[in-house]
């Protein structure tokens, strides 16, 4: 096995490691940055820190993701997925839809999902958004959704858009016609949305 391991029990004691973890985490909270949320969340997983500590920061990643999403359809303006932190907000709100959905909360998963679909400007993004939706909206519980529907299986972890299940087992655009009436239904409850002023 000659994969690189990274001690965790000296990161654990590295002085200069937990500094910089520190003022990471001090700038995370000073400037709002959820993309710098994750950082620490990552380190903090990492070193196998407290689950308090962990839950903490991953209370402050989905609480601003919610509040920046917020103000972004007021504004209104949609994720530009080369922002860091739009791409960082995005990821958040879509890891809390399929919280969601794991934990069977059709409609808050389903609400989630459209929502992405509005706010993504990237077509292979909202097409895969509109798949999760309209999976939800079929019935399709989430454990089926992920064995028969999704196509984890070619998942590149050096693709930051790998967070965002975006394969499925059959074409999208077949899934999408399959379930006509349900993107009808989608794009319908969505309308409401484009009449923010």
């Known amino acids: 096995m000659n994969e690189e391991t990274v001690d965790i029990e000296a990161l654990k004691k590295d002085p ?7 003022r990471l985490e001090k700038e995370m909270q000073e400037e709002g940055s959820i993309a710098k949320g994750y950082q620490v969340l990552d380190a903090k997983l990492a070193i196998e820190a407290e ?82 939706a309209c999976a939800v909206m079929s019935g399709k519980a989430f454990e089926p959704f992920i064995d028969e529907i999704a196509d984890v299986s070619g998942l590149d972890p050096q693709d930051p858009l790998s967070c965002f299940i975006t394969e499925f087992a059959q074409p999208t655009d077949m899934l999408l016609a399959m379930w006509a009436e349900h993107v009808k239904q989608g794009k319908e409850e969505l309308k409401v949305l484009e009449k923010t002023p």
């Open 16 to 22: 200069e490691f937990l500094e910089n973890l520190e």
């Open 51 to 132: 689950e308090e500590e962990i839950n903490g920061i991953f209370t402050f990643i989905v609480n601003t993701a919610f509040d920046r999403l917020s103000t972004y359809l007021t504004e209104p303006r949609k994720f530009e997925m080369t922002d860091p932190e739009d791409f960082a907000t995005a990821r958040a709100i879509y890891e809390h839809g399929i919280q969601r959905y794991s934990e069977n909360d059709q409609k808050g998963a389903k609400e989630i999902f459209l929502v992405l679909y509005h706010m993504f400007t990237v077509e292979m993004l909202q097409e895969a958004m509109m798949v999760h």
